[in-house]
């Protein structure tokens, strides 16, 4: 079992940036796959990002491409997403998302087995 915990979430004015960090306990999180997924009001979940166990693999969608920033420490258990210019849709519920990869790659339709609570992201206008 993992168990992840979010952090970070906030109210940022249109064009501000957000530092989401994701904590990590149970099993050894460097054999883990890291994802970041967003819910919208009225929305499905979505993919935002994923980064593999090595930390040499990252993908994004494509809304997010060029400003944010998926990087982990795995000396520290975390995986962090680096928000900036951010917009008033990526209003979200950030969660973090982690499943057991050997893989040196990642891909958005990779299954993930373990979830975190998820963070309120709230960008103004």
């Known amino acids: 079992q993992v168990q992840l915990v979010e952090f970070g979430g906030g109210l940022v004015q249109a064009g501000g940036s957000l530092r989401l960090s994701c904590a990590a306990s149970?099993?050894?999180?460097?054999?883990?796959?890291m994802g970041w997924f967003r819910q919208a009001p009225g929305k499905e979940r979505e993919f935002v990002a994923a980064?593999?166990?090595?930390?040499?693999?990252?993908i994004y969608i494509d809304s997010v491409k060029g400003r944010f920033t998926i990087s982990r420490t795995n000396a520290k258990n975390t995986v962090y997403l680096q928000m900036n210019s951010l917009k008033p849709e990526d209003t979200a519920i950030y969660y973090c998302?982690?499943?057991?990869?050997?893989?040196?790659?990642?891909?958005?339709?990779?299954?993930?087995?373990?979830w975190g609570q998820g963070t309120q992201v709230t960008v103004s206008s």
């Open positions: 149970g099993r050894t999180f460097s054999t883990y796959a």
């Open positions: 980064i593999s166990w090595t930390g040499s693999s990252t």
């Open positions: 998302a982690a499943r057991y990869s050997s893989s040196a790659y990642v891909s958005t339709h990779d299954i993930y087995a373990y």
